[in-house]
């Protein structure tokens, strides 16, 4: 006998109602029910971070979180972050930095990215984007660009 | 006007920072039934029986009396003519189990997790057997020999013999997406749509057609975007089969995704050796005679790699230098672990890190500087290209083009210009237990003999690539891209490459050996070339003047210096439509080109790596304080991308010089099956990487001059940081093995070598 919740979550902007079996994680209900594919499953044990999704501007592991504990949340994921065509400027300096590969992992990074620069009032040194970073695994860039690019936006924004 | 060399921005990224790219596990089909496979909790014993759980649904459990007979995964690459087919996987175990991690059943389920439900109830009967963790004592599956010169009297007349004992440590590539396949069939013909195979989609699909008993043309292998390859993604592995032949079964698409867990256990580990290596100098350190007893752990079975990677590991050990005689022996072991195959720099990461570490060990024994030693044995530019006496991969060893000991002077000035030894001797003042480390390898990379591409300009004048290669992130469309952009004369934003879709381009070879570039640009570039031509004889007819009157400028076929007289290749690709008054009765429709390239050897690039580490001696921890990375590429078509190989090269190879091993108890468990267990660095790991692409030694083999990129960043890592704790503990002897963990850098401390 399955355990049904209907629960009703706001995805980028979008409100959705939705009936999900209470063990059905955050990232299958995202991915599988609603179709916000670009949140990745690397390791289902909240390692990897690549599930990463901002769950009420906190970043969290969407295959750490069930489905139904997101009910009456708002969830921000990477297709909640370009403004349509325009990508973000945490997007953009992905790309100048080279800041992705495979992309795999890219999601996980932008929303804990976004998370951490959304709370800097300065510019942080590099050994301390690197710490944070660390939340997160890169199997293919070696971190540089992730970490370039990330220390950019600071930069930018910090103006 | 030429978009080869320049930093464009990769054409993947667009959609993969939008979270639009198409992964596997992204695609869900109607009525689609989701597999799970059922491992094996026991490293070795006798199969009795595996049962469906009293209430699961009949069917719902496939085990191997439902297979067709006898169905193994068969070998891509066989060489040295040893017969392999004693050792070969079974899709599902029959009788045995022989490691942690052996499919023995699958189930099927309408959901996942109801198939995870059913396959943790299936009741799996084993009857235990010894294990055997240790590979000296494993089961010998081949044995062979490489060389060339005379060895023993080499050492016989040596005034320096200098041996050492080296071990390098089972780790592996460890993608970051899990494996994943979704086939879908067509209900009436049993035709098969298959999404997730990667890096050799022709091949795997010529494997599972002959498994199948069915024609190739029958299996459609779509093109995806995947989370990482590094050599152990996209072989053939026992779900290959599963997924394709359960969805002909069940007249249903078929769904499979493996966790974390299963892919630690599951996909080829790689890597462990243990070697007996020993040099022969004269009284002036110049190498006479080098030679290696290797044994190989390959795991439980052979699979698709067969024995490459011990055959690359002899064939790839004299690296860069002037060795006058080589003998290797290679025995390869069978063990209950997890079997091997290749993994970014197969066998080369291991020789370089056992090779590099000996002559350290020489040049202290001997009292010659560490670099002066190896520039005193690397060839020089004159002794290009050298011919060795030994095969591998079915090609002769011609190590082509360089300057050697020229990039190594130039690495050596880099890291003294970035003040990699200054910052060792304050270290050292202030009382660190600092260290730097240099190795010198050789890479090798374009192995074909074969790729096929096809170029195909449209109607609005958007060109298509059809290439061999896949994407697996190291940016190839790109790449591709800028290729068919210089030799189109277009813009490359008007290139769409699609590589690895079996019915676009049925002949490709696929992503691996670092050959992507090489030989997929080649081909790439030659199909680009034939559509250049067949546009300027049709602009010649639309223009009623001579081909050698046309020139093509920014994506226009026009008269030279009559500005203004000009077709678009858009206009072209129109005039070659069926019904064009353009086009011959004799000639194919449509402005396109199918070329293909082929090359006899390998193209082989080289490195140099500086790493400076510093050791907690109260711990055991390395930090690794700064690399460098020389690495000669011939040509960079995108230097960017280039550099991005590298640095991602560096960050595996310091996870598998100090980090990442699969360990095994003596039973045969793994103590490796989470990401708390398997170490992969992270950015705190890891230190900012300087990296020197150099382009001085073009290519001769093919029509770009490009040497392959992605494994340079790795091949050394071992290496040169094995080197950097040992000049930092102010040892004689070796570090002796890989990784080095903090428990084993504290056992060199108290041992005091």
């Known amino acids: 006998m399955k355990d049904i919740h209907l629960i009703a979550l706001t995805v980028n902007g979008t409100e959705h109602e939705i009936v999900v079996e209470s063990r059905r994680t955050l990232a299958d209900v995202l991915r599988h029910d609603l179709g916000y594919t670009g949140t990745h499953v690397g390791c289902e044990h909240g390692i990897c971070g690549a599930c990463t999704v901002l769950l009420d501007g906190q970043p969290v592991r969407a295959c750490l979180i069930f489905g139904v504990q997101a009910d009456g949340c708002e969830v921000r994921t990477v297709e909640g972050l370009a403004d349509g065509d325009e990508l973000s400027d945490l997007q953009k300096a992905f790309s100048r930095c080279h800041g992705l590969q495979c992309g795999f992992c890219t999601p996980g990074f932008l929303m804990l990215a976004e998370a951490y620069l959304s709370e800097q009032d300065g510019v942080p040194d590099e050994s301390e984007v690197r710490e944070v970073m660390a939340a997160n695994l890169c199997r293919c860039t070696g971190y540089q660009g992730i970490v370039d690019a990330v220390r950019q936006v600071a930069e930018e924004r910090a103006g | ?753």
């Not at chain 2, 005034?159 to 086939?183: C, K, Y």
């Not at chain 2, 599951?266 to 006479?288: C, K, M, P, W, Y």
């Not at chain 2, 080098?290 to 050990?317: C, F, Q, S």
């Not at chain 2, 020389?630 to 078509?637: C, H, K, M, S």
Request: glycine share 12%; net charge negative; proline share 5%.
């Open chain 2, 1 to 753: 006007m030429t978009a080869i060399g320049e930093r464009l921005p990769r054409k993947e990224d667009s959609r993969l920072l939008r979270g639009l790219g198409r992964f596997c596990d992204d695609q869900d089909r109607a009525g689609q039934v989701w597999m799970r496979v059922v491992r094996s909790p026991i490293a070795h014993g006798r199969l009795v029986s595996v049962r469906k759980p009293g209430n699961a649904a009949s069917g719902s459990v496939v085990t191997a009396e439902d297979l067709p007979p006898g169905v193994r995964i068969p070998v891509r690459l066989n060489v040295q003519g040893i017969d392999l087919t004693d050792h070969l996987q079974p899709v599902l175990a029959a009788g045995e189990v022989r490691y942690v991690g052996e499919p023995v059943a699958v189930v099927i389920a309408d959901d996942p997790y109801e198939a995870e439900d059913i396959a943790e109830r299936v009741e799996v009967e084993i009857d235990e057997l010894p294990v055997t963790v240790d590979t000296a004592a494993g089961t010998l599956a081949a044995e062979f020999e490489l060389g060339y010169g005379d060895v023993a009297s080499a050492f016989a007349q040596a005034a320096h013999v200098v041996g050492i004992e080296f071990d390098i440590g089972r780790h592996s590539a460890v993608p970051l997406e899990p494996r994943a396949l979704l086939a879908d069939v067509d209900p009436a013909t049993g035709a098969l749509q298959i999404f997730g195979m990667t890096k050799v989609p022709v091949f795997n699909r010529d494997v599972l057609a002959g498994m199948l008993g069915i024609d190739e043309h029958l299996i459609h292998v779509h093109a995806m975007d995947t989370g990482g390859g590094f050599g152990v993604r996209g072989e053939f592995y026992p779900e290959d089969f599963l997924v394709g032949w359960l969805a002909r079964k069940l007249r249903r698409p078929v769904k499979w995704v493996e966790d974390r867990a299963e892919h630690l256990v599951a996909v080829n580990h790689s890597r462990q050796q243990h070697h007996v290596i020993s040099a022969a100098f004269d009284e002036n350190g110049t190498l006479l005679g080098l030679k290696d007893d290797v044994l190989h752990d390959n795991g439980a079975y052979a699979r698709t790699h067969g024995i490459i990677v011990p055959e690359l590991t002899l064939a790839m050990l004299p690296g860069p230098y002037r060795v006058p005689a080589f003998h290797g022996r290679i025995r390869v072991m069978l063990t209950n672990k997890t079997p091997c195959g290749t993994y970014r720099a197969p066998g080369r990461f291991e020789g370089t890190s056992v090779r590099e570490q000996l002559f350290d060990v020489a040049a202290d024994r001997m009292g010659v500087d560490r670099v002066e030693l190896r520039r005193r044995n690397l060839l020089t530019a004159d002794e290009l290209p050298h011919t060795r006496a030994m095969s591998t991969l079915g090609t002769d060893v011609v190590l082509d083009s360089g300057d050697y000991v020229g990039l190594l002077d130039k690495a050596v000035v880099e890291a003294d210009r970035l003040g990699y030894q200054s910052q060792l001797e304050s270290l050292r003042a202030r009382g660190h237990t600092a260290g730097l480390g240099v190795a010198v390898f050789l890479e090798k990379s374009g192995l074909g003999p074969q790729e096929t591409a096809d170029v195909v300009v449209g109607t609005s004048g958007e060109v298509r690539v059809h290439s061999g290669g896949t994407s697996l992130g190291q940016g190839i469309e790109t790449v591709l891209a800028q290729v068919t952009a210089d030799a189109l004369t277009v813009d490359p934003a008007v290139v769409t490459v699609v590589n690895g879709d079996t019915v676009l381009q049925p002949f490709g070879g696929g992503s691996w050996a670092s050959r992507s570039t090489v030989v997929g640009g080649s081909a790439v570039h030659k199909a680009a070339l034939a559509v250049r031509e067949r546009a300027i004889q049709l602009a010649a007819r639309m223009l009623e003047v001579s081909e050698d009157d046309l020139d093509v400028t920014a994506g226009a076929i026009g008269v030279k210096g009559a500005p203004g007289t000009s077709v678009s290749y858009a206009e072209v690709a129109k005039a070659a439509r069926p019904g064009s008054p353009h086009l011959r009765d004799d000639e194919p429709a449509g402005l396109s080109a199918r070329r293909r390239f082929e090359v006899e050897h390998m193209t082989y690039p080289y490195g140099v790596h500086f790493a400076l580490v510093d050791v907690d001696t109260g711990t055991g921890h390395v930090k690794v304080l700064r690399y460098l990375v020389a690495y000669e590429v011939g040509r960079a078509i995108n230097p960017t991308l280039v550099e991005g190989q590298l640095l991602g090269g560096v960050a595996q190879g310091v996870g598998g010089a100090l980090l990442e091993e699969f360990r095994y108890d003596d039973a045969g468990q793994p103590q490796a099956v989470t990401f708390m267990d398997y170490r992969m660095p992270t950015a705190a790991e890891l230190p900012h990487v300087d990296i020197l692409v150099a382009q001085d030694a073009p290519a001769p083999g093919n029509p770009l001059g490009v040497k392959g990129a992605g494994e340079g960043g790795v091949t050394a890592a071992g290496a040169s940081i094995a080197g950097a704790i040992r000049d930092a503990l102010s040892l004689t002897g070796p570090v002796g093995r890989l990784p080095m963990t903090a428990e084993r850098v504290r056992g060199l401390i108290e041992e005091g070598t």
